[in-house]
């Protein structure tokens, strides 16, 4: 009898680093504050994806990782938040998004 794939756990683990892996990626590569901002968000629906797949897979309560995964949401609602707030204040200054122009930060 063969298992589906959506009933293995290194299924929903292989998505989640390959998530992790292209958040990294864009948080190295991307030169605008944007890019590392969305590669950010990759890395939360990382954490979330393997919260989610070890609390379905190995939790006898189904209802913790569902509230570790609300509070990821919370978490990267904030850091969006924070960061557009950030981005725009960095554009009214150096009317520039690229993280290489902003060379000087002043207080």
Do not use: W
């Not at 683990?13 to 901002?37: D, E, H, K, N, S």
């Not at 009214?92 to 993280?99: A, E, F, K, P, V």
Request: no cysteine; glycine share 8%; aromatic share 10%.
């Amino acid at each position: 009898m063969m298992i589906a794939a959506h009933d293995q756990l290194a299924v929903y683990l292989g998505i989640a680093a390959f998530l992790l892996a292209a958040g990294i990626y864009g948080l190295i590569r991307r030169r605008t504050f944007i890019g590392m901002l969305i590669a950010g968000e990759l890395i939360f629906s990382a954490a979330a994806l393997n919260v989610m797949a070890l609390n379905r897979f190995t939790s006898p309560d189904p209802s913790v990782g569902q509230i570790f995964v609300l509070f990821i949401m919370g978490l990267a609602a904030a850091e969006v938040a924070i960061g557009l707030s950030i981005i725009i204040a960095v554009y009214r200054n150096y009317r520039s998004i690229h993280s290489k122009e902003v060379s000087e930060l002043e207080g």
